[in-house]
């Protein structure tokens, strides 16, 4: 079985700025990792997917991630985030059972 | 690309009476669906997974007489909650798998309130 651990469940961030969310896995068998964004009262909205090839995944809305194999992780980053980037963003992975783990959740909060 | 739309979006219910949601994938077929349970400001929780004419595998927890789960076509699954009780309040989503494409679409969610 797999778990995923999100390690900022609430980050703030100034619109413009950066933002990396953390994302850490525990898996004994090769993966599939996902990041999903939901915005309230809605269901999510994939962002990006790793299942194989490159470790740099480019997604929508400017965000990419990049899986680390060695360090079993999936961060999430944008280089500048917008006030609509507010949201909560979830890291999940898929190990061959064919169904998502979820991590708890990252609260993104943008300000002006 | 993959759509899969979930109806009701909202709906509110009295207690002891029976809900159905559906779930159901517009331009693929699911050959695979699940359903997920939200609380307040926390992570998806895993209900069941269904696959397409077979019973659906319950998560160890869920009360399958409780929340059950037909999926009759490749494009059509259904979750009713009987007997509703206002601890089933939550928001319920569905999500989709097909064949070809490995992706999981999930649906926009209900929000189930039992009064």
């Known amino acids: 079985a797999q778990s995923v651990t999100q390690l900022d469940s609430q980050v703030p961030v100034f619109e413009e700025a950066p933002v990396e969310l953390r994302c850490n896995y525990s898996?004994?068998?090769?993966?599939?990792l996902f990041w999903y964004v939901q915005y309230p009262n809605q269901g999510l909205q994939l962002l990006l997917k790793y299942l194989s090839g490159s470790t740099l995944v480019k997604g929508i809305n400017g965000f990419e991630a990049e899986f680390n194999k060695s360090q079993t992780s999936f961060h999430l980053r944008k280089p500048s985030v917008h006030i609509s980037d507010t949201a909560e963003y979830f890291c999940a992975v898929d190990s061959n059972d064919y169904k998502l783990s979820f991590g708890a959740g990252t609260t993104v909060t943008v300000r002006a | 690309g993959a759509v899969v739309s979930q109806h009701p979006s909202r709906v509110i219910c009295k207690s002891g009476t029976s809900v159905k949601i559906e779930c159901r994938s517009l331009d693929f077929q699911a050959t695979t669906m699940f359903w997920y349970r939200q609380f307040p400001k926390k992570s998806l929780m895993l209900m069941a997974t269904s696959n397409e004419g077979s019973k659906a595998t319950y998560e160890q927890g869920v009360e399958k007489d409780k929340f059950l789960i037909n999926h009759a076509s490749l494009t059509l699954s259904t979750l009713t909650v009987t007997s509703a009780h206002p601890e089933d309040s939550s928001f319920y989503i569905c999500?989709?798998?097909?064949?070809?494409?490995?992706?999981?679409?999930f649906g926009s969610g209900t929000r189930l309130t039992v009064v």
């Open positions: 898996s004994s068998v090769s993966v599939y």
């Open positions: 999500s989709a798998r097909g064949a070809t494409d490995y992706g999981y679409t």
